[in-house]
């Protein structure tokens, strides 16, 4: 697992967590998520049900990402979350001797793949980005610091 990647997935769980969900790193076996936020034993009859899974994006094929889009719909989170992680999707293209134009259009054309996923699904998604889940995280998480907002908080589904 790439370092980026540990770090969406533990700023996700984190996040769950100090907004009162159980957050775990996989939903099951069966339908492994790359984090997981289930509504916890006060919630009553909700208890144990997805409010909120993830799939992180650092180095995806337009299949990978499909099978990630797949995976949140069998899950079926009341929001499911796909992160790029941009960061880390440009370390690695950078160690591979990319251009940035290459950089940009690869990062671009994984938007524009999930974006066109998000579309056609007929669960909640949103693509976010890494910038944009650290700051959910830092205005929830004690000690956390990012000044400002990254722009819109959430693309989501119509």
């Known amino acids: 697992m790439r370092h980026g990647h540990r770090e969406a997935q533990d700023r996700f769980l984190e996040l769950g967590t100090a907004l009162g969900f159980d957050a775990a790193r996989t939903y ?20 144990g049900l997805p409010a909120a899974a993830v799939e992180v994006i650092v180095s995806e094929s ?9 995976r949140l719909e069998i899950v079926s989170p009341v929001l499911g979350i796909l992160v790029v992680h941009e960061e880390e999707i440009r370390r690695r293209l950078t160690r591979a001797g990319a251009s940035d134009a290459h ?17 056609h699904s007929k669960q909640r998604l949103q693509r976010w980005t890494f910038a944009q889940l650290h700051w959910a995280w ?5 000690n956390g610091r ?13």
């Open 138 to 142: 830092s205005r929830a998480v004690p």
């Open 28 to 47: 099951t076996r069966a339908h492994p998520t790359d984090g997981v936020w289930v509504f916890g034993r006060e919630t009553g009859m909700l208890k």
């Open 62 to 70: 337009s299949k990978a990402i499909g099978g990630s889009v797949h």
């Open 103 to 119: 950089i940009a259009a690869a990062i671009a054309r994984d938007a524009l793949t999930i974006d066109e996923h998000i579309h």
């Open 146 to 158: 990012c000044p400002q907002p990254p722009g819109h908080l959430m693309r989501q589904s119509a």
